[in-house]
């Protein structure tokens, strides 16, 4: 099975590279040509009847993935469009809604935030002026305060903004339109309020059932109303005992991520494991009955814990393997997990294609798979003891001691392993890695142990009086315990490390030559007493150590790559209605031009996601250009994690002792953070990058406004200059042409970043855009700027202007031979040449 599932598994990535250029039915006829031409073959036994096959699996699993991408006109996917659009549905809800409460992300902000509720809901048709069938999954947020509780299964007309989910806007940011894809999403759906939900059907239906079963189990496993304000306590107990990922809260969520042990709280092996092993012994060792009881009870218990959980990848997997070891064990039949671990990718990518390119699906099935190959042998090797036989032990606790030094040996291992396949994939995936994971698991995985097999007892001995009480005051005993561990050991800055995304091809090249390696090994560890055949000593440590080598120097240049030679580069952030923008040196430097919004959203975040997916290794300043917080607002998270000063004009600040929103600025700086005032004539050097403050001046009376009091700079790059206007207005303007014709300065650049948003002004805009001559002008925008565009056309005739709005974030290569623009929503790249 290993080898078939593979080529199945490759024929759904190549299809994924190919939407748009091969259709499902070219895949069909390339699928049809193919069985026929392995027919054929293995009619005549050619010798390469074995890659017709495998190329046939690789055909089908390309086909079964084109079918799956290839909407009807009917469904949600093709009627959703990026803008949105005032619809009304009717839709059959899928999970249980989820309440989230106000949460303000840009401490700033100056207006509430509602509450909103969260649901999937399968589309059933639209309630348009001549309503038709429809199909496909949305999610839907209600704002406002929580509903009646919904239950899956039931019908809803719902009243709303209909969308396709958002593509990433800014280098390091969550592509969430792909994200929703590989989750089934095809829209989202905003309604206002809850008067425009209208329940229509309250059947429940085969959901309403499988709710209604959890709901019993939830009731076994917490305490009598509970769940009716529940803690983060009894959220994470849900999820690491009955599969309910979804009612984690974000702390927990991020305290074990940085403890390496987020797996524990997704239903996988782990908890599949004990519940067989746990079900096993009591059928065979308390009621003593045989293998074939045990299996089949056993298999029925998973099957229907499954059934209970999520379906996620890692419980269909763990359910798949462990009915298959049931099976076997009920036949006497010997163990391959591995080909069963392959037939279990096989199914659920069959069943659901989208699954392969999730990252829970890659690390449940790679780490399985190394745990499989790797545990046994390093174990094997690192307890066997050649000159000295095996004793019995002399007492009881000498036995014990045994054992607990072989459950410690064995779970460090396990960890240390685990932790090193899964690198690659959580910086591709996440841009972040636990270092101390190996360690902390030590302790969080005992801990999570008892919590897994008390709930599993309370489950089964919850409705039993007194028991029951008992069981659940142990959970609950537990739960604490398991929480405040994870919290402790997650506390240091270091327990979690961010950097920058690697290659695709690195991290799955990685896989590759490291199981290629594993199966090179024992293809000669098989050879080794065979002497006419075997190669020699040196050869095969050159053919095992060479690949491993290449590897590690791969993942060498990665590290290091970026700090000698990288183009500098300008990046204006898209923060919605506010500024943030940065400039990169060869060397990784970077330095922020303001981060700031007006929206109800974290600047700073933003800027330091962008900064990790840009290679940047160290922030040079961050210079605020005046005292508005849609240019500030998200400075106090880039201070926390850079140790950088914050740069700001002397009106700044004077504004920081009397204001009170400076006042609240200064209050959320790190404390060591120094503020530093700059103005006209100060100059800063990166490795290649000259920064030069044009305005203002010193000496400006209080008459000027906050806008005209704008810090500007003038970057030069190479043969490049960009001209950086923060929020100033007409007297600024007039101001900076003053100095331009006193010859002062010298306002001519290539690249502008419009004042204040893009906005216009009347004569003064005209003049000041006509003596800055800019072949490109970016608007960092929340708002479309149609006299901008205007403007710049009736001056220059074709000068390319940009706008975050539009382009989302907008990269800028400063190469010595001139600069080149690429948005990150694509609308075409502008270069130097193009002036």
Known sequence: MLFPALAFLCGMVISERLIGVVSQAGWLIALLVSVIVVGVMLARSSPAGGAALLLCCALAGAARHAASVNYPANHVARLASAESTLTRVTAEVITAPSHYSQEIHNPFTFFSVEPRTRFLAEVRTFDADEPFAAKGVIRVTVLGEPMAEFRPGQRLRLTGWLTKPKAARNPGEVDWAQWNRLQGV????LVPAPAHVEVIDSTNGWRGRLDAARATARGLLFEPGAMAEPTPETQALEAMVLGQRSSVPRAVN????????????????????????????VVRRLLRRGVTAAGAVTLIVLIAYAALAEATAPVMRATIVGSLVCVAAMTRRPHAILNWLALAA??????SPLELFRPGFQLSFVLTAALVVFVPVLWRRLTAREDTPPS??????????????????????????????????????????????????????????????????????GAVPW?????????DGASYVLLAAVGWLGAPDFALVEASLPAAWLVYGTYVVVFAVVGRWAALRARRDDSSSAPPARQRQVALVAPLLAVLVAWGGWVFWPRFGATPELVVLDVGHGSAA??????????????????????????????????????????????????????????????APLLVSPYFERLTKTDPIMRRLVDLLPADRRIETVAAGARF??????????????????????????????????PTRVLITGDIEEAAMRGLLARAAAGEIDLESDILVAPHH????????????????????IASAGKETPRLTAGLGFLFGECPAMSTRDCGAIRVRLGRAGWSVTPTIPAGEVTSDDR
Do not use: K
């Not at 906005?759 to 072949?775: K, L, T």
């Open 392 to 461: 019995d032990a002399a007492s009881w606790p000498a036995l014990f001691g045994r054992w607990a030094a072989r459950f410690v040996g064995g779970l460090a291992l396990v960890n240390v392993v685990a932790w090193l396949m899964a690198i690659p994939l959580t910086l591709l995936h996440f841009g972040q890695f636990a270092p101390l994971a190996p360690m902390q698991s030590m302790v969080v995985t005992p801990l999570a142990l008892v919590n897994v097999l008390l709930g599993f007892a309370a489950l089964a001995f």
């Open 758 to 777: 893009g906005a216009w002004i009347d004569g003064a805009s005209d003049d000041f855009y006509r003596s800055v001559n800019p072949a490109l002008v």
């Open 346 to 351: 096989g199914v659920i990518c069959a069943i």
């Open 685 to 718: 050097e990166l490795a290649d990058v000259e920064i030069e403050t044009l305005w203002p001046p010193p000496d400006l009376d209080a008459a000027w406004e906050t806008n005209d009091r704008s810090l500007v700079f003038r970057v030069r790059s190479g």
């Open 254 to 281: 991020e305290a074990f991520l940085r403890t390496g042990s987020i797996h524990y709280l997704t239903v996988s092996g782990f908890h599949v494991g004990i519940l067989a092993a746990a079900m096993w012994f």
């Open 467 to 475: 028991v029951g009480a008992a069981l659940r005051a142990a959970v």
């Open 582 to 643: 940065m400039i990169r040196d060869s060397r990784g430097v970077a330095w922020l031009f303001d981060a700031g919004s007006l929206a109800n959203r974290d600047a700073g975040e933003i800027v330091n996601d962008a900064s990790r997916a840009l290679g940047v290794r160290r922030i040079g300043a961050l210079t605020v250009s005046h005292a508005n917080f849609d240019h500030f607002s998200g400075a106090p998270t880039i201070l926390r994690q850079a140790n």
């Open 186 to 189: 095809s829209a989202t759906l």
